[in-house]
């Protein structure tokens, strides 16, 4: 993350309004970008707990803030939309996300909650359904009439991709519901995943096929059920769990309880979990969720909790939703698995920003049914505080979907030559040192430690070109990890322009492409066609692509909206290598989501000649699209606007978002380049400030009517 001061680490309680607008606003990035790993990616970069931990650091703060609720606040959202390549389907009842309890006292909290809203006294029974929380990909499965005619993911709750042709090819999924009382129209939901030997052995066939090899389960289920040829999910053993409905048409529901329904879709020939429970008792709950958690690891396929239901679905209907969730269910959360297992060696991992990253290598071992053979170190620091030497046994934990982290050493294992880790000052790829930078905002060191060789590094520059051709950026068909590497060694592509010259430069080569080791002629001429695709190129995705530290898929798109061309985004960014310290700086840092930190990382990165050598050489091989501007034909398009004072009929989130869904740039502070200010009441020295400048001021009606709503 990018780490702006450390508003992040101050307690919900004692945030000021200020500080919690700004850490709302980071939480809402990081989350989006956590989402966009998870959902659309399938590549998580965080344990589900810090997951979790974000998102009820959101849930407090907004608790405490409810004024400052964004309009793209986490809360509001459940997932992201979905990506495309598949048609999207409206679901006709959302598909929304669950609360989470993590400990029992959460779990009789749950349970106390939903008495009160219902004012139950202790003496009237209450019944849950408790069951397994299964770690796959939610479905919606339409049955008219009986027979399946749609299937959509999840997507962002509101609209998923239509898999229809993908989910008819599982076993599991009926193609019609049999027996009686099957109503006109039924939208089962339920939860597609991979057990763990289908999981190990499509695995060990994409290796001898050199193909994809899948992190987890999940994701190999994420990877089976997207596949644009329908052939190939047929052949990857996927299933299915049934456990909720969308939309049911009038001719009713089979049952007036949860667990009723459950049994309907056993008599329909839909799958239940068999594990499946009704407790009268928040013991009993309890008692479940243990003996559940007990009988994990022998399951054969991944759980992460107990979800827990309130059985009478008159009740569910009283007690609704609040926010994304229903109040009549919670999931409880398991801790995460760990395996104990032994440390034979740490790589050190060179990083696109030079970081180096300490990988652990460990004698290979199950972790709730997946194989584990490295974990993440993160860096020197962390192997120090845990004191972690090459030979320590140590515990590994997989949470979910990440990178597998080592969690501490089994002391008494400790073999006695084992020295502690001296972590390398010299970058092991080019032999430059490796140092930490000191943070100017905290005067401690960074984290993490960075080789200095920059562009003679081979393994920055190699990094640089895997991010330059990813998915987000130029997202290069046939241009992936291996080939980048292969043809930078080979003195091929040593910078990002030169992939472009690359098809010219093969004609004039006596060692074509298409003779080389795993190329042919039909190859060849593929990729030199993959990358004219890619000459045109969104501003925003441009951005993204050159690698500057800090700024990720959202900053460049607050980036490329800011500066609408790349035109006048590399004039500013000129302006600001002559002048680092003055106006254009101040600009720069005044948008929207650009803190000091990563404002300071693109002033370094157009600071050196080196480039703005490769922006030049890649500009006459391109055409950077303009971003589509939302709305260019609203009054305020292209104008940049101020919010300063108190506003009245909207919060100033939404005030700046609703400017900037007109195409207008909002703006933290008045400078010249303000077209307007609105101010209301208790606006106090931009007022000032605009006046000075002669800038227009008008107040929050005048703006509605400006942009013409009422
Ligand atoms: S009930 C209104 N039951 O968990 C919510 N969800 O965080 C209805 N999940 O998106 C969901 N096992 O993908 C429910 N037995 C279960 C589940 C389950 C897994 C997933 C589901 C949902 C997510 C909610």
């Excluded at 992040?8 to 956590?34: C, K, N, W």
């Excluded at 998870?38 to 998102?55: K, N």
Aim: proline share 5%.
């Amino acid at each position: 993350m990018t780490g702006r001061g450390s508003v992040m680490e101050i307690p919900v309680d004692e945030l000021t309004e200020a500080q919690a607008r700004a850490e709302l606003a980071r939480l809402a990035e990081t989350i989006a970008h956590h989402d966009a790993l998870y959902f659309s990616q399938d590549a998580p970069e965080i344990s589900d707990a810090d997951y979790d931990a974000l998102r009820l650091r959101n849930a407090a703060i907004e608790a405490k803030f409810p004024g400052l609720v964004r309009p793209d606040s986490p809360s509001r959202r459940v997932g992201v939309k979905p990506v495309g390549a598949f048609g999207t389907v409206k679901h006709a009842v959302p598909m929304l996300s669950l609360s989470n309890a993590f400990s029992d006292e959460d779990v009789t909290d749950f349970v106390a909650r939903v008495r009160r809203f219902l004012r139950l006294g202790e003496e009237t029974s209450l019944d849950f359904t408790a069951e397994p929380k299964i770690d796959g990909l939610s479905i919606s499965l339409r049955y008219e009439h009986g027979a399946l005619v749609m299937a959509a993911t999840r997507g962002d709750g509101y609209e998923g991709e239509n898999v229809t042709a993908n989910v008819r090819t599982i076993d599991d999924v009926p193609d019609r519901l049999r027996g009686a009382g099957v109503p006109e129209i039924f939208e089962v939901r339920g939860e597609i995943y991979m057990t763990h030997d289908d999981f190990q052995a499509l695995n060990v066939a994409q290796e001898v096929a050199g193909a994809k090899i899948f992190a987890n389960p999940r994701n190999a289920a994420a990877g089976s059920l997207r596949q644009l040829d329908s052939t190939i999910t047929a052949a990857r053993p996927l299933k299915f769990f049934a456990y909720a409905w969308g939309e049911v048409s009038k001719d009713g529901l089979p049952a007036d309880t949860q667990w009723g329904v459950y049994e309907a879709f056993r008599k329909w020939g839909l799958p239940t979990n068999p594990l499946m429970k009704l407790c009268a008792s928040v013991d009993e709950m309890i008692a479940v969720y243990h003996s559940i958690g007990e009988g994990r690891a022998g399951l054969g396929y991944d759980i992460d909790g107990v979800v827990y239901k309130v059985n009478d679905l008159a009740l569910q209907e009283r007690l609704g939703f609040v926010s994304r969730s229903p109040r009549w269910a919670t999931a409880h959360k398991f801790p995460a698995q760990q395996a104990m297992t032994q440390l034979k060696d740490i790589e050190i991992q060179v990083g696109r920003t030079g970081a180096l990253t300490p990988v652990a290598k460990l004698q290979p071992i199950t972790v709730g049914g997946v194989v584990v053979a490295n974990a993440t170190l993160h860096n020197e620091d962390e192997i120090a505080r845990k004191d972690i030497r090459i030979g320590d046994t140590v515990i590994v934990q997989r949470a979910g979907d990440v990178i597998p982290q080592i969690v501490s050493v089994v002391a008494d294992k400790r073999p006695p030559e084992a020295v502690p880790y001296v972590f390398p000052e010299i970058c092991p790829v080019c032999g430059s040192h490796a140092v930490r930078e000191i943070n100017p905002k905290t005067g401690r060191p960074d984290a993490a430690r960075r080789c200095t060789g920059g562009l003679i590094c081979p393994a920055q520059a190699i990094e640089r070109l895997k991010h330059f051709v990813s998915r987000n950026a130029f997202d290069i068909e046939g241009l992936g990890d291996k080939q980048i590497t292969a043809f930078y060694h080979d003195g091929l592509i040593t910078r990002a322009p030169d992939i472009f010259t690359l098809a010219k430069r093969d004609a004039r080569s006596l060692k074509k492409l298409k003779d080389r080791e795993g190329w042919g002629a039909t190859s060849a001429q593929k990729l030199f066609d993959a990358i004219d695709l890619r000459r045109r190129i969104a501003l925003d995705r441009f951005i993204f692509a050159l690698g500057i530290r800090h700024v990720g898929e959202t900053t460049a798109r607050v980036l490329a909206r800011s500066y609408g061309s790349v035109e006048q985004f590399l004039a500013a960014m000129r302006a600001l290598g002559a002048d680092a310290a003055g106006e254009a700086f101040a600009d720069l840092d005044a948008i929207e989501g650009i803190g000091p930190t990563v404002a300071q990382a693109i002033a370094e990165f157009f600071a050196e000649g080196h480039n703005w050598e490769v922006i030049d050489a890649l500009l006459e091989e391109l055409s950077v699209q303009p971003l589509e501007r939302v709305a260019a034909t609203s009054p305020v398009a292209g104008k940049t606007i101020v919010f300063t004072g108190g506003l009245e009929r909207m919060s100033r989130d939404e005030a700046k978002a609703m400017a900037e869904r007109l195409g207008a740039k909002s703006s933290g502070s008045v400078s010249a380049k303000t077209d307007l200010v609105v101010a209301g009441p208790g606006a106090g020295s931009k007022l000032k400030k605009a006046a000075e400048l002669g800038i227009e001021v008008i107040d929050e009606n005048a703006w509605f009517d400006l942009i013409g709503e009422k």
